[in-house]
């Protein structure tokens, strides 16, 4: 059965913000594209390797940087699969993974050094925009004991956030933001908290988004090796980030 217009429309949404559809594993194949790759074959050649939205997921870099290293040449993939006119998908060998990881410095994410490497992260914080700080300090607030939070409870967090700022006669963010323009919707604060704080942590497999139930979580080897104090840290660096932030902006 061929796949509809507004299917393709709304895989592709999904893939242009970096998501696949729940029903597809890493190598998303649409109908109407069959023709162009012998799906068997291919399939059975990329099976034990690593896809390109894997390969982000296991070192410490963005999906930017992956993306640019790959555009120039610098990462090879062992499998490309031409899947549209514009779109194709790339698999890597561990050992392919391993040798880049080595070659450029990239420390490689597993459930021993996540939180470790989350931390760092939260030390490190770049900032665009204040999103990240106000993202982690409503999980720390709302989370339960397994690290889940309701997206709800977040964008409540997120316009609670801002529209005090607004209210105190404070800069609200840049003149860009939904926040500073206001007049947002909920569905609208939910994608930009999504698109913008959420993933690079997703992308490290520290936060995780389960649709169906609308929850973040943070990945279970992080939040249960998250001690109190490094919690309080957090928490305390967030502070000092927005301050810092917003001191800029006035």
Same mark, same amino acid.
């Given at each position: ?53 894997? +390969? ?35 698999? +890597? ?67 609670? +956030? ?89």
């Amino acid at each position: 059965m061929l796949g509809t217009k507004q299917q393709k429309t709304a895989e592709q949404g999904l893939y242009d913000k970096g998501e696949r559809p729940d029903a597809l594993i890493d190598w998303p194949v649409d109908a109407l594209d069959y023709e162009l790759v012998d799906i068997f074959n291919w399939q059975e050649e990329a099976a034990g390797m690593i896809s390109q939205i894997e +390969f982000v997921r296991r070192v410490d870099v963005q999906t930017e940087t992956i993306e640019r290293y790959v555009r120039e040449g610098l990462l090879v993939p062992d499998l490309v699969v031409p899947m549209s006119e514009h779109r194709t998908f790339k698999y +890597f060998k561990e050992e392919t993974l391993r040798k880049y990881a080595e070659q450029y410095g990239w420390t490689l994410i597993d459930d021993s050094n996540r939180k470790d490497l989350f931390l760092d992260m939260v030390r490190q914080m770049d900032m665009s925009y204040s999103y990240k700080p106000v993202l982690l300090k409503a999980v720390l607030l709302f989370a339960d004991e397994k690290g889940r939070v309701k997206l709800s409870d977040i964008v409540t967090y997120f316009r609670e +956030f801002y529209e005090a700022r607004r209210a105190a006669g404070l800069v609200v963010e840049k003149t860009n933001s939904i926040y500073a323009k206001g007049g947002y919707t909920d569905a609208q604060a939910q994608r930009n908290i999504l698109s913008n704080p959420f993933k690079r942590f997703e992308d490290m497999q520290m936060l995780h988004h389960t649709k169906t139930l609308g929850v973040i979580q943070v990945d279970e080897s992080v939040w249960k090796k998250l001690t109190r104090d490094e919690k309080q840290e957090i928490e305390r660096i967030c502070d000092e980030k927005l301050e810092s932030y917003f001191s800029r902006l006035k």
